[in-house]
Nanobody
Framework: QLQLVESGGGLVQPGGSLRLSCAAS????????IGWFRQAPGKEREGVSC?????????HYEDFLKGRFSVSRDNAKNTVYLQMNSLEPEDTAVYYC??????????????????????????WGQGTQVTVSS
């Protein structure tokens, strides 16, 4: 059974850091694109970052992150991480990881890219709460 489990959320002060983990079972993370999404109360789920399938993986970040987050994959642990730095109150949300087979080749760049639309992802974790507050 394919399963994703997020961990690492919590309460942090503005400017602080957290590292979220997405542990996979029933499949190997390098066979799928893995995406990170978040949903704040009263808002739609939005994409944050993703990493393509493959042994290394090509990361993608949404522009609003301004370089504060980074995504990585540890194939030996079958886990994908989201390192979040310089956290802001606006980052408060439930964070989800998800798996997709829908990597695609960028029309302009001709490189492998991971999708950033929630609809492109087939398997989801249960989410972990991140609260940024003083």
């Amino acid at each position: 059974q394919l399963q994703l489990v997020e961990s690492g959320g919590g309460l942090v002060q503005p400017g602080g850091s957290l590292r979220l983990s997405c542990a996979a079972s029933g499949f190997t993370t390098d066979a799928y694109a893995i995406g990170w999404f978040r949903q704040a109360p009263g808002k739609e789920r939005e994409g944050v970052s993703c990493i393509t399938s493959g042994s290394g993986g090509r990361p993608h970040y949404e522009d609003f992150l301004k370089g504060r987050f980074s995504v990585s994959r540890d194939n030996a642990k079958n886990t994908v991480y989201l390192q979040m730095n310089s956290l802001e109150p606006e980052d408060t949300a439930v964070y989800y990881c998800a798996a997709s087979h829908r990597d695609f080749i960028g029309a302009a760049t001709f490189v492998l890219r991971c999708p950033m639309s929630p609809g492109a992802y087939d398997y989801w974790g249960q989410g972990t709460q991140v609260t940024v507050s003083s």
